[in-house]
């Protein structure tokens, strides 16, 4: 039997699955991060939680 | 009225009726009021649940045997048997487990030379986590070495006589402490006149890229920050408040680990084996929300990720040593009593 997957392992898998909207999203966050408020890369992020919730289902 | 009888009730009213009014200043009570930043209970359990899974709290030890035999190290530059020494802070005895190491001398024409053991007669190993100091109770280095193991109740407030140790060794825990200053006056208090405390902790910079990404990522998803990471004293910090503690000859430098993890979450895992995770006192209860961990992950990456995918995570640790006051000990100069002037042995020419 194999071992017991931990939650956060499982989250980190998926979240492995979805490079490219984490960079787009690190690069919107980064390009001003003296003037970050909330919402501010709201667009990207929700690109990026859709990947990932795509990716968890699998 | 007639004013005799009106005289003595005149007469005793005031003196019947007389407030007694004790006058009273707002005093500060004894002792300076200490700032509590840790949950020391919460700190406790976290590591009572990080040794409690020995194989993986084992696997996480990397990081605290490197600084146990880096700090170790520092013994050999002391030639001098030491009789009865303290490991304040022990955590799963990594110094114990350092000390019975080959010589790590790197002198190659002493290749053969015997471990620092045996350089001490007694070594005492106390932590406030019995689970995390009993973890390694029975591997052999136990028999290679002098250690007894002690519980203690309260790290702030140490059970010790006056001049017990000939010296005080500290790796990894006084990061943890709320009241540092207390506890190095408490330390200098132990230690026999003329012997030396020397330690390591995490300071200053130490996972700034997990503190900056996690600010920046609460920032965004939730519109204000929480505190994740620790607050830490600084380089500058320690001398000060060693020299307040009374110890002399201090020696304070910094040392950077750098380990590279394949992503946050592995680094926020290992963090938590270890027994290191967050346990300020204005924390947020709870874990971190999905939604910052995953927007902490692509700014981690973004803002500090190496070029092969890794993300680093910086350690920085302090190393001090200092010395308790004892007669014959070597003391500075006075200012002013120098002969020469430094700038005639290291050269350097006027600065223009």
């Known amino acids: ?58 | 009225m007639n004013p005799a009888t009106a005289r003595p009730f005149l007469r005793y009213l005031p003196t019947r009726r007389r407030i007694c009014i004790s006058r009273s200043y707002a005093v500060q009570s004894p002792g300076n009021p200490t700032l509590q930043i840790f949950n020391r209970h919460t700190k406790y359990l976290q590591k009572e649940r990080a040794a409690a899974d020995p194989e993986r709290s084992r696997q996480v030890d990397y990081l605290k045997d490197e600084v146990a035999m880096r700090l170790s190290e520092r013994l050999l530059d002391i030639n001098r048997h030491f009789d009865h020494v303290l490991d304040f802070g022990a955590n799963s005895c990594n110094i114990a487990r350092a000390l019975t190491l080959p010589d790590p001398d790197p002198d190659p024409s002493k290749t053969s030379s015997p471990p620092l053991s045996t350089r001490l007669s007694h070594l005492t190993a106390a932590d406030s986590s019995r689970t995390m100091l009993y973890r390694d109770a029975d591997l052999p280095f136990n028999k290679e070495i002098n250690l007894t193991r002690h519980v203690l109740d309260d790290e702030e407030s140490l059970p010790y006589e006056a001049e017990t140790f000939d010296a005080v060794l500290s790796s990894l825990s006084m990061h943890w402490i709320n009241d540092l200053p207390s506890v190095l006056a408490q330390i200098n208090h132990i230690l026999k006149p003329d012997a030396p405390f020397i330690a390591a902790m995490f300071g200053g910079d130490t996972l700034f890229e997990l503190r900056t990404s996690l600010q920046l990522a609460d920032m965004e998803r939730r519109g204000g920050v929480s505190p994740h990471v620790s607050p830490l004293a600084d380089v500058r910090d320690m001398g000060g408040l060693l020299q307040k503690a009374g110890f002399k000859m201090l020696t304070v430098d910094v040392d950077d680990i750098i380990v590279d993890f394949p992503d946050t979450f592995a680094l926020m895992q290992d963090l938590q084996s270890m027994g290191e995770n967050n346990a300020i006192l204005g924390r947020e209860p709870g874990a971190i929300k999905r939604d910052v961990l995953l927007a902490n992950e692509a700014i981690y990456r973004a803002l500090h990720g190496n070029e092969d995918g890794t993300i680093p995570a910086t350690f920085r640790m302090i190393y001090m040593i200092g010395w308790k006051e004892g007669p014959n000990q070597s003391k500075p100069l006075p200012r002013g009593t120098g002969q020469v002037n430094l700038a005639d042995i290291l050269g350097g020419g006027e600065v223009k």
């Open chain 1, 1 to 58: 039997m194999p071992a017991r997957t931990r939650p956060i392992d499982k989250f980190a898998q998926a979240v492995a699955k979805c490079s490219t909207e984490a960079s787009v999203y690190g690069k919107c966050i980064v390009a001003d991060y003296n003037s970050v408020h909330k919402d501010k890369c709201l667009t990207e992020f929700m690109r990026l939680k859709d990947c990932y919730m795509a990716a968890a289902k699998k």
